[in-house]
């Protein structure tokens, strides 16, 4: 049945059972995103030893974390436009594929060879490339696949997978590291990838109208929460580049992923680190409380979307999205400066893990935001807005040490506690409702 025909159908006038075939997908794109940060974040636990193979310095280990994020920022903006022209089913395959073969390439690396560091730079740089592609890809997907209404809680399960897979890599990580040596870590995180890559291929579709699984009743109720006061037309286009970066909102929501993401990457790239050199903790110790930033984000994320949803209903996209962003936003700043200076290592771990729980609160808002300003061209917008956050990152993950050097590890703290300040002001400028003017679209190709 054709989606023109379906948006004139009246609420309720589609009956039968209603399947929840979006729901499955957003399960498997919620592996897909546990996967993505298993891959990125096993090189932080081995990090200590891979240097120690390759005699390598911490300012050099961040060169190497630095490359992952200088591959997946330049290719966020084309992995999204690739995915809204080739559909999120084939790009987001394709894409697991490649990161699961570099990241088993990263464990490739021969000890004592010349050149070691070079190899591991431009080896993360192509996972990097690679893995670009996962969230500008998963918003493609929500703008075809999930009404506006339902928008916040599942982009939420979507990004509860980055604390899932983030908050596995340490104990994992360092079990396989202990049992089996940190090569084997990496082999095993490619298998896993592949195998999931493999299956979403199978199960996932572009559109819902493609799917065979779905219901009449789901496609009309997916269609109606979509297609609501759209023109078909704008829906069939891209919009063009010289149309968003024209977008006021589009550059307040970047700078503030770039904010997002300079704080979230201490935790990803330096936060076992921290713990273990720092604060003194042993490895499984280390282990253990490297786990609840990432288990506070996966625990945020759906129930900020959860929020975000909620809010949006009773008072409005502005208070909905923007306001609650600039709130938790500011929350996580003010964890960070009393994290730094608690004295004892697990409630310090406690209390910075609370930072970054609030910090995934805004999560959702992100994304749902980005989906409904461009409509098709989702994964356009999104991707450009995510390679400000991995722009933040790259900066994080060598600037973070280089500040902790000279001035201690409280100054990096400090300095992401006043990004956080500057993020949630720039929610202020965003306005949910305003959908980038599409008057130079480019009709899409695919």
Known sequence: MATETLRNFPAGTVTGLRSHVRWNLIFWLFLLSGVAFLDRVNISIAGGSLASAYHLSNVQLGWV?????????????????????LGARRVLAAGVIWWGVFTALTASVPAGITGALWLFVAARFLLGAGEAVMYPASNQFISRWIPIQERGIANGWIFAGVGAGAGLSPPLITYVMLHYGWRTSFWICAVIGLIAGLVWFIVARDTPEEHRGVSPSELAYISQGIFAGKSSAKDQ????WSSILKSRDVWAITFSYFSFGYVAWIFFSWFYLYLAQVRHLNLKASAFYAMLPFLAMAACCPLGGLISDRLCQRWGARIGRCYLAAVVILMAGVFLVLGAEVEGARLASVVLAGGAGSLYLAQSSFWSVTAGLAGSSSGSV???MNMGAQIGGMVTASLTPAIASR????ASFLVAAALCLFGALAWMIVDPERAIDCNEPVVAEA
């Open 382 to 384: 999104s991707g450009f």
């Open 237 to 240: 286009t891209l919009i063009a």
């Open 65 to 85: 974390f630095s490359a992952f994020l200088a591959g997946y920022a330049l290719f966020q903006t084309p992995g999204g436009r690739l995915a809204d022209r």
């Open 407 to 410: 001035f201690g590890w409280t």
